[in-house]
């Protein structure tokens, strides 16, 4: 099986992209390495499974050529973190709607299947409760932070259009709070964040009053739940939720981050305005309803908070930025 992963040099990408190579499929990844690195791929391309092209899917020509040998279609390539998103908006919309736009057209022509990864941004700031896939979602064109959202949201209506029209064997993943080694602070990635200043003993920037909650899903489990979902063909014309069910507010993840480092650096709460400007709004609360994921796939949980954490603060202590140090 040969498989294309967008965006397969970054966090998350390059990740999936060792469990299809290690699972004995070809890979070929696309990636402009603006926020992944061809660093995170070095031990992956020793199987010589794995190829890199260095591109942005915003090239449909390129795209086109590299689906056309592809047997299934991972879309992750997209603007990446809270800062990034903030910073530059217009090229957060250009990357997630016209990159979108032009993976799924080359899968339509060609009828290959494809899972495109969007995110629990997509509920908006205003949502409450345990979030299933068909909850009401407020969001607000006007506001900094939800530029994302609706980007986002755009390319799963065009996804699920295409499915309903019968051109496109498609799923839609809302990704709630992936976290792990590979994961940069540089974009405003909560846990590598506070695992650097833990280790280095300076204060953790808590944004807000730390009582927001959120559940963290480590990579590990995520990219098995994407492989299972793409395996699945119940899944197809449908939005899942993939993420945990392990809730923790961010001050008292602040406090587990100190405590695993070892070290009396202290917790210091900062505005959102001080970081982001005015107008920022970051939701109270984000749990996923799992229900669905679970029903589909019998997906369950391998690798706990801690287990992220813990590895959050050895990348730390080991100065390993992929982003910051790696070579382009």
Not at 46 to 57: A, E, F, K, N
Not at 83 to 112: F, H, I, M, Q, Y
Not at 120 to 145: F, I
Not at 299 to 321: C, E, K, M, P, Y
Request: one cysteine or more.
């Amino acid at each position: 099986m040969r498989v294309l992963v967008t965006g397969g040099a970054g966090f998350v990408g390059s990740r999936l992209v060792e469990r299809l190579a290690e699972g004995g499929a070809l890979v070929d990844v696309v990636d402009d390495l603006s926020t992944g690195s061809a660093r995170n791929l070095e031990a992956v391309q020793r199987y010589g499974r794995v190829s890199l092209v260095r591109g942005d899917v915003r090239d449909r020509d390129l795209v086109g050529d590299l689906v056309r040998e592809a047997d299934a279609v991972f879309h992750l390539a997209g603007a990446v973190g809270v800062r990034r998103v903030a910073e530059d908006p217009v090229d957060t919309w250009s990357r997630n709607v016209e990159g979108t736009a032009s993976v799924l057209a080359a899968c339509a022509r060609l009828g290959t299947r494809c899972l495109v990864a969007s995110t629990s941004e997509v509920y908006g700031t205003r949502a409450t409760g345990v979030l299933a896939e068909d909850a009401a979602v407020a969001v607000e064109p006007t506001a900094r932070r939800d530029v994302y959202a609706v980007s986002k949201m755009a390319g799963e209506s065009l996804a699920l259009a295409m499915h309903r029209a019968s051109l496109l064997p498609v799923t839609v993943v809302r990704l709630f709070n992936v976290v792990g080694p590979r994961q940069s602070e540089r974009y405003g990635m909560v846990l590598p964040r506070f695992a650097r200043a833990a280790v280095r003993g300076e204060p953790l920037p808590v944004h807000g009053d730390g009582r927001q909650s959120r559940c963290f899903l480590h990579v590990d489990d995520a990219t098995r739940a994407l492989a299972l979902l793409a395996a699945t063909p119940a899944a197809e014309g449908l939005v899942v939720n993939v993420g945990s069910d392990e809730e923790v507010e961010v001050g008292e993840l602040a406090r587990r981050v100190v405590a695993a480092a070892g070290t009396d650096a202290p917790i210091r709460c900062v505005p959102f305005a001080d970081v982001y400007g005015e107008g920022f709004v970051d939701p109270p609360r984000r749990r996923p309803d799992l229900s669905r994921l679970v029903a589909l796939t019998g997906f369950a949980r391998a690798r706990s908070l801690a287990d992220a954490i813990a590895g959050a603060v050895a990348h730390a202590r080991a100065g390993l930025d992929p982003v910051a140090r790696a070579p382009r």
